[in-house]
């Protein structure tokens, strides 16, 4: 039985109204759609899990030689690659397309932890399911409609932005301004699309929902063999040492999260989120043929996932324990704040040590990872440009050679500091951007005055 439902408005402020054929944007639900994606093509025997990438996409580098040979579509899948937490999301806001963050991945060093620990990386999942695709000799966004969107009859699910806002029974995505919700950005995910570009209706997962309940089977038809499916069930890493939730270990599969609940039942699951408007959850007990999707188009809270968790203990035990959205969205609040500055720079310091001149600053300067960066001279006041389509900051003085600016983009937070390196000749001969220097790899060498 599927029970399919619509709440709401797809706009603040406009009429029509969610329903079961309205178009979210799946954002990292997109995983567990890709990993089975590729199941299909190991089903195929057009790949195996543990094809290196390598040898499906040559030109591909990690910044360990040994890893680069030894790196496989399953370690990307798991998050197991050894690249850090969200490598390549910043170039993504900073205009870089998906070949070229890519191709950058081979500047960021993984610290001998390949294999040994799970990080999430979205570009790392993404350049496992292109190398699975270059196999097939298809694109990823031809290859996910070919192999799983058309054989289940998905026809609202694309892997296309533009596809998504074609449709017009599609939401928009939402944010907490104030403490209301305004519709004022639109997120463009196509570099990342095996990991957070898909987009599909409630109605359309039900039937993707069916086929991994029904072990690869779709309206009695097998559509991917059961073992290969399976595969990405399995526990590959732990994810979780403790999870606030329950307490207990949690573990990542093939593009899903792989559980147990109190009664000692698999679980798998998955969250999307989108800063910029877009929250989902997918839970499914494989034991029970059971499983719940949930569509939202604001940022993330806490709803989806409180929905899931409620609907199972519904299920479950006839009722609801407690106000799981009450639990979730400390969490959600945390997260929200991970990456931010420990600095106030909004609170002005009593005293300020004076700025050097702003031709000590002028200039361009360079990084392997994220490129030229440019500082200058605007009138009185100094900007920052940066990223392949060039967006201008302003900079604002903190204390002595620390400047601060508004962050923008999926991976905003807030405001972030930009410190200059001075020389001999007392001009800066380096700059460091805060908000890009979680790895250590956020320092730009200056080429040249401006």
């Not at 779709?218 to 890493?237: D, F, Q, S, V």
């Amino acid at each position: 039985m599927i029970d399919a439902k619509g709440f709401g408005r797809r706009e603040i402020g406009k009429p029509a109204r969610v329903d079961p054929d309205t178009v979210f944007q799946l954002a990292s639900l997109s995983k567990p759609l890709a990993s089975t994606v590729i199941a299909g093509l190991v089903s195929d025997k057009i790949v195996t899990w543990d094809d290196r990438l390598v040898d499906h996409s040559p030109d591909f580098r990690m910044h360990d030689a040994s890893i680069t040979a030894s790196l496989t579509i399953r370690d990307m899948c798991s998050h197991r690659s050894g690249l850090p937490e969200h490598a390549g999301d910043q170039l993504e806001d900073m205009g870089y397309g998906r070949e070229e963050i890519l191709r950058r991945l081979r500047h960021i060093p993984t610290h001998n932890l390949f294999r040994s620990q799970h990080a999430y990386t979205n570009f790392g999942l993404t350049a496992g399911a292109v190398a699975a695709a270059n196999a097939a000799g298809q694109s990823w966004e031809a290859l996910s409609s070919e192999r799983l969107y058309k054989q289940l009859g998905m026809h609202a699910t694309s892997s296309r932005l533009a596809d998504f806002l074609a449709r017009a029974n599609r939401a928009r995505g939402h944010v907490l301004i104030d403490g209301r919700w305004r519709a004022r950005y639109q997120r463009r995910p196509d570099a990342q699309a095996p990991a957070g570009g898909a987009s599909s209706t409630v109605t359309d997962m039900a039937r993707w929902m069916r086929l991994h309940l029904n072990r690869g089977t779709y309206n009695g038809r097998p559509l991917i063999a059961e073992k290969a499916l399976a595969e990405t069930y399995r526990p590959h890493m732990v994810n979780t040492p403790s999870q606030p939730i329950d307490a207990r270990y949690g573990f990542y599969g093939l593009g899903w999260n792989v559980n147990y609940d109190e009664l000692g039942r698999v679980t798998l699951g998955h969250s999307g989120a989108f800063e910029l408007g877009a929250a989902t959850a997918v839970a499914l007990l494989p034991a029970e043929q059971l499983g719940i999707v949930v569509l939202t188009n604001g940022q993330p809270i806490g709803v989806p996932e409180a929905l899931a968790k409620s609907f199972v203990e519904l299920v479950t035990y006839g009722r609801v324990t407690q106000d799981w959205l009450a639990r979730f969205r400390p969490i959600f609040e945390e997260m929200a704040q991970d990456g931010h500055s420990p600095i106030d720079y909004a609170a002005r310091l009593p005293a300020p040590v004076h700025a050097l001149a702003h031709t000590c600053y002028a200039g361009r300067y360079l990084n392997d990872l994220y490129g030229p960066l440019d500082i200058l001279r605007r009138g009185r006041a100094l900007t920052m440009r940066q990223g392949l389509t060039p967006t201008e900051f302003s900079l604002t003085h903190y204390n002595h050679n620390t400047f601060y600016y508004a962050t923008t983009g999926e991976n905003a937070v807030g405001l972030s500091g930009v410190t200059f390196t001075i020389g001999a000749t007392g001009a800066a001969t380096h700059v460091t951007v805060e908000n890009l220097d979680r790895e250590g790899l956020g320092t730009f060498t200056r080429t040249a005055s401006r």
